[in-house]
């Protein structure tokens, strides 16, 4: 029983020990994935890649900014041909976190930006749309100074031409799935409740 309980308290000290939704709390990262289209075309799996900044307002909620990058791929339903739209994005994207100063930072989150999208079409020229999604994130922390992070999203564009189509009227838009690392910088909030922790400790 007693091993039971150590155990127990090992963990429940561990996720305070790496907790990083600290207001203040500082970072930047990267991360790579992939998209699938949601459109008029078949999706076609394409890499997206990203890199963020993120800054904790409060312990509930941080905000994240994102520049990403990649491919959105498509086939056509008649000849099945496989082709794809190059898209660059920036975006603010507010963060819920669902058990705050966890080490499994788990939340939910909205997205709002801009994506600049060229099909590969010779004729098509690239335009630009205003974009908005949601998703879900998960943030697990191996040390208090970076994380390993995974992230699931929807992203709704205001275009129906995102596979080359002007002649569709639907929003296109597209699934993102992420994997990546979040690298944190110490903060002074955190250093006090480092130092609280380690006078309680004596």
């Known amino acids: 029983m007693r091993k039971f309980f150590f155990v127990l308290l090992f963990f429940v000290g561990g996720n305070f020990l790496f907790a990083q939704t600290l207001p203040g709390k500082f970072g930047f990262g990267a991360d790579l994935g992939i998209t699938i289209l949601q459109g008029q075309s078949k999706p076609y799996v394409q890499p ?34 496989k082709n794809w739209t190059t898209i660059i994005s920036g975006e603010i994207q507010p963060e819920f976190h669902i058990v705050p100063r966890s080490r499994s930072d788990a939340y939910f989150f909205i997205s709002a930006g801009m994506i600049h999208y060229q099909p590969n079409i010779n004729s098509y020229m690239g335009k630009n749309t205003p974009t908005v999604g949601f998703g879900l994130g998960l943030n697990m922390y191996v040390r208090h100074f970076l994380s390993v992070d995974f992230s699931a999203s929807y992203n709704l564009t205001t275009r129906g031409d995102f596979d080359g189509n002007p002649n569709t009227k639907d929003k296109d838009g597209f699934i993102a799935l992420k994997l990546g690392l979040t690298y944190y910088f110490y903060d002074k909030e955190y250093i006090r409740q480092a130092y609280i922790r380690g006078k309680r400790a004596r």
Request: aromatic residues 18%; positive net charge; charged residues 20%.
């Open 48 to 81: 997206l890649g990203s890199a963020h900044v993120r800054w904790g307002v409060f312990d509930f909620l941080s905000i994240n900014g994102k520049f990403s990058g990649g491919w959105v791929g498509f086939r056509d339903k008649d000849t099945n041909v």
